[in-house]
């Protein structure tokens, strides 16, 4: 299978490999993404919240220049300006102004388990995104290979920050997470995503985003205090 | 071609023109009646065209319409038009007792138009990342819809659905990078890396290690639309919040769009996977999927949640018959679509009656609607046994045609799997109809105190979608036409 898989890689994705300058820059920031959502699973802070998305997005940007800058590719360019933009800047800054300074939302108090119990169920994620991602399905000697990994890790702590959080604005950003996951490993894997696609997902992404930060407000509005917690007329 | 295929995706925005033109509820509803009536028409035509020509492609495979696309786009553009009729009536009476402000009014009538298009459109695009695009598009507009009522209850319904289908879509666009990196062995440009025909074509090639994993998360992510168990848990809370027409769309409509996708990504798995594969995880997501369904009609209460249940357990169906595959299994799954949207259409629709007559959405309130609201009554109680699948009806001969698909196929324990399929029926089949009766007969409120719909013309329109889906319903159980009949083996080959 490794060797299909090897095959399978375009020969412009392994130019880039694990020991080359551009190799270690993107695991890098992938890194950095990493620890960003930790910092968001670890704090009780709204702000906070927003400030470790923000900085998340921020290397996700960067990771794209870097695989941008490698191959040269304007495509890839305008994909890393995008993300910095939209991710990096005008969504935190959306969610800043019209949620946590409007609502002057504070302490997040509706969770689940606590901050060390989800730190350490998010450290076994991401152990178990490490043990399932094998690196022989992955083309040999690419970059991708400890980026992947990482991304699907991002994946699992989103998912299980939207699961622990009952504060609507905390699963939010738990899905906001989720996506980032999902941007670093279709960046590393795939790069040459069409950039019309490209282009309709952060469509979709802005309108989810207004569309959300819309029904956390009515909801906060309605309940005084928007925990998903309270929303339980609805069940069976 | 193309001004046919851009008619189809074009027609259902008549209605957000006419609130752009400052209309309210009746002429904005009447620009949203024309524009399903002439999208449905347009999809008809279209069909017709691509009959003679097999299918056809443009815009590098943005566009391309095959007999499976026409087909869907019929079944979606018959219940924009039944859902758009009824929409009229039912804003109408809303508007007049002042449950809805005027400003949501608007809004309802814009974004029932975005999503009646963005649905429409899945159908019509080649491109699989377009696909994901147009699919998230069409769920966020009806997102606004759920949660148009603006009460606490609507607006968990909606936070619960907006959060729980984007986070499966999201998984969907993984499946569909998977998918693109599962060509990457082949000598193709990025455009036509996603475009689905090529894909099929070369189906041989796709690297299987990723296009298991692709077809995993498809199933998954767009099974989140579809409401597969155990991603279901947003369905009933969406469709019982709901407005009624809008409740029909999602069930009879975007839960058919999901499918679509699934159906494209087995495609796919098939050619590069072999069968045995994608049978086996749709069969699993199936049975667990009608099995869930069917436990919690069995447990009653809210009447519209019980028919989003019941939509839940259709969905299983399908899949079920997707999973036995085959010519005649394929056949099933896309006649069940049919069957199935148009019959859960009238039933949503016909709650739309009872929400609004009534006022109340638990069933042990509501009793003695044939006396009560005659049409109404005979509308849920008919449709009720339709979707059920008592013959004469067409879900009976879907079905019939599923079961008899599960005995001749050659998936693992085919018999054993269709048998156990039977069961599951019969006791859906009971616990549905046994609340319709229940609803339906007894001792109603006296006459004249249940009202609807108010004035004399209004009752008509209403009553116009219930009597055309039940006919369609009734007409489609004796008899197929050759001519859908046709577009039915010309889309199972399209795929197969």
């Known amino acids: ?236 | 071609m193309i001004a046919l295929a851009l008619l189809v995706v074009l027609f259902p925005l008549l209605g957000a023109l006419a609130v752009g033109a400052r209309c309210r509820a009746r002429g904005a509803g009447v620009a949203t009646a024309l524009g399903g009536a002439g999208c449905f028409a347009s999809a008809i035509a279209l069909a017709v065209r691509t009959g003679d020509i097999g299918h056809y492609q443009a815009w590098s495979g943005f566009l391309y319409v095959d007999p499976l696309a026409t087909y869907f786009a019929i079944v979606v553009s018959l219940v924009v038009l039944l859902a758009g009729v009824a929409s009229v009536a039912y804003l109408r009476a809303e508007e007049e007792r002042a449950e809805l402000s005027g400003f949501q009014v608007r809004l309802y009538f814009v974004f029932f138009a975005i999503f009646a298009s963005g649905m429409l459109s899945v159908f019509l695009t080649g491109n699989l990342g377009v696909l994901w695009i147009l699919v998230e598009l069409s769920t966020l507009a009806s997102v606004v819809l759920v949660g148009l009522e603006a009460k606490a209850r609507s607006l968990e319904a909606a936070w619960k659905y907006v959060i729980i289908s984007s986070f499966g879509v999201t998984i969907a666009l993984v499946a569909t990078l998977f998918l693109f990196y599962s060509a990457s062995g082949l000598h193709l440009s990025s455009d036509q890396r996603l475009t689905w025909a090529y894909l099929f074509a070369h189906g041989h090639s796709l690297v299987p290690a990723s296009m298991r994993l692709a077809f995993l998360l498809a199933v998954v992510g767009y099974g989140t639309k579809v409401g597969l168990a155990p991603m279901h848990t947003w369905l009933p809370d969406a469709h019982s919040e709901a407005p009624s027409p809008v409740s029909a769309m999602l069930s009879a409509g975007l839960l058919n769009t999901g499918m679509y996708a699934i159906i494209r990504f087995e495609a796919l798995a098939r050619v590069a996977l072999g069968p045995a594969y994608p049978s086996t995880v749709l069969l699993f997501f199936g049975f667990l999927t009608v099995f869930i369904g069917v436990m919690f009609l069995v447990r009653g209460g809210n009447y519209k949640r019980l028919f989003a249940y019941s939509s839940i357990e259709h969905m299983g169906i399908i899949s079920v018959a997707l999973g036995f595959g085959g010519t005649l299994g394929t056949y099933g799954a896309l006649l069940q679509v049919l069957n199935h949207a148009i019959g859960k259409a009238v039933l949503f629709l016909s709650s739309g009656h009872l929400v609004l007559g009534y006022r109340t959405r638990e069933s042990a309130r509501v009793r003695g609607v044939l006396s009560a609201l005659p049409l109404a009554g005979g509308a849920v109680l008919l449709a009720s046994l339709a979707v059920a699948g008592t013959p004469p009806f067409g879900v009976f001969l879907s079905e019939f045609t599923i079961v008899r698909a599960g005995f001749a196929s050659s998936a693992v324990a085919g018999p054993v799997l269709a048998g156990l399929l039977v069961l599951l029926l019969v006791i859906g089949f009971v616990s549905l109809v046994f609340t319709s009766v229940s609803m339906v007969s007894g001792e109603g409120p006296p006459k004249g105190s249940v009202v609807p719909y108010p004035g004399r013309a209004w009752p008509v329109v209403a009553a116009v979608p219930l009597v055309g889906g039940l006919a369609i319903l009734a007409l489609l159980g004796l008899w197929v036409p050759g001519g859908l009949n046709d577009l039915i083996l010309h889309s199972v080959r399209a795929v197969l």
């Open chain 1, 1 to 236: 299978m490794g060797t299909l898989l090897a095959v399978a890689a375009s020969p412009s994705v392994q130019r880039l490999s694990t020991s080359s300058i551009a190799g270690t820059l993107l695991t890098l920031s992938a890194v950095v993404m990493l620890v960003a959502a930790f910092g968001c699973l670890g704090s009780k802070l709204f702000s906070r919240y927003v400030v470790y998305y923000a900085v998340q997005s921020v290397a996700l940007a960067f990771a794209a220049g870097v695989v941008a800058y490698n191959f040269g590719s304007a495509q890839i360019w305008a994909l890393a300006f995008i993300t910095l933009a939209i991710k990096g800047i005008a969504i935190p800054l959306a969610t800043r102004r019209l949620l946590i300074q409007r609502l002057d939302l504070r302490r997040d108090v509706a969770l689940s388990t606590g901050l060390s119990t989800s730190l350490i169920i998010g450290a076994l994620l991401t152990g178990f995104a490490f043990l399932v991602i094998e690196p022989q399905d992955l083309p040999k000697g690419v970059v991708a290979s400890s980026a992947v990994p990482l991304g699907t890790a991002l994946v699992l702590l989103g998912g299980l920050a939207m699961v622990v959080r009952r504060h609507t604005v905390a699963q939010l950003i738990g899905w906001l997470i989720t996506e980032n996951g999902v941007f670093l490993g279709g960046i590393t894997l795939v790069s040459s995503f069409p950039l019309i696609v490209e282009a309709g997902i952060f469509l979709d992404l802005v309108a989810a985003t207004l569309i959300m930060i819309v029904f956390v407000s009515g909801i906060t509005r309605r309940l005084a205090e928007a925990t998903a917690s309270r929303l339980r007329e609805l069940r069976g």
